[in-house]
């Protein structure tokens, strides 16, 4: 069983400390429900660690906080102006390298000054075949990785976190509001703010849509859902296209090939 072998390997981390890069998403959320129980039961060194950034919606950070109170985990918030850096401002093809570098170096110094010997991620087997340049900086500062580690892939994630009946089983994928963005454009506060407000009314609209991205390339918003939910896209063209130029995209499209994650990855490797 994935779970039992999963408390079984953080079982053996516990006695050092341990500090979890925690964001909320359904990966971290099954490592942090897994070590508030295992807390529980046996109380060790055990903290949260949360970055919170303009590449964020506030939204997930209030989550991040009520799932660290329902499971008793401590949880440190910090913040950070990824803009600050010219890779990541630049939208450079390895801006999660540098941005990662800068965000997990800040959580290690914490889990030092703590006393905290391990500091995971909720890195899973999935992510070892895209394209994930942060992966070379977790690695660089010896973040551990159980889920990829145990070869537990989202799918098996997201059963295990149905069994033990966290609200993020079903919970669609929240990526860096950067990913929006084509690589080498200058990025900026409003910039990521407008494609935020705009994917908050789409997903407040369209609430039945699991996966929506907006696209962005230069004033021309590319819209991607399923395929199967393009029909209701279509029927509101106009409406969407309305409230899109109202905060500030130009040209509005429908993306006829459907959601594709890391759809700006295409030939990266």
């Not at 209030?62 to 990824?82: H, L, T, Y």
């Not at 200058?186 to 009314?201: G, P, S």
């Not at 609209?205 to 699991?210: E, S």
């Not at 395929?227 to 899109?244: F, G, H």
Request: aromatic share 8%.
């Amino acid at each position: 069983m994935p779970l039992q072998k999963l408390k079984e390997y953080l079982q053996k981390l516990s006695d050092g400390g341990i500090a979890l890069a925690f964001s909320g998403g359904v990966d971290s959320t099954l490592l942090l429900a897994v070590l508030g129980e295992m807390n529980k039961e046996k109380p060790f060194p055990l903290a949260a660690l949360t970055m919170h950034t303009v590449l964020q919606n506030d939204s997930e950070i209030a989550a991040a906080r009520d799932m660290c109170q329902k499971f008793g985990v401590r949880q440190e918030i910090f913040s950070f102006n990824p803009f600050s850096l010219p890779e990541v401002k630049n939208n450079r093809t390895d801006r999660c390298y540098h941005c990662k570098k800068a965000i997990f170096t800040r959580f290690c110094e914490f889990a030092a000054q703590e006393k905290l010997q391990y500091l995971l991620d909720g890195t899973n087997a999935d992510d070892l075949s895209v394209y994930r340049p942060g992966r070379k900086a977790l690695q660089e500062l010896g973040v551990l990785s159980p889920l990829a580690e145990l070869h537990i892939d989202k799918r098996q994630i997201r059963e295990m976190s149905a069994a033990l009946g966290l609200p993020t089983a079903s919970k669609p994928a929240v990526p860096c509001l950067a990913t929006r963005f084509e690589y080498n454009t200058l990025l900026d506060d409003d910039k990521i703010k407008n494609v935020a407000a705009a994917e908050a009314w789409l997903h407040q609209t369209f609430p039945q849509i699991r996966d929506i991205r907006l696209r962005i390339h230069g004033n021309l918003a590319r819209l991607e859902v399923s395929r199967q939910a393009i029909p209701d896209i279509a029927a509101q063209a106009e409406r969407i296209a309305e409230e899109l130029k109202r905060l500030g995209f130009q040209y509005i499209t429908l993306d006829l090939e459907g959601f594709r994650s890391g759809s700006f990855d295409t030939g990266l490797k």
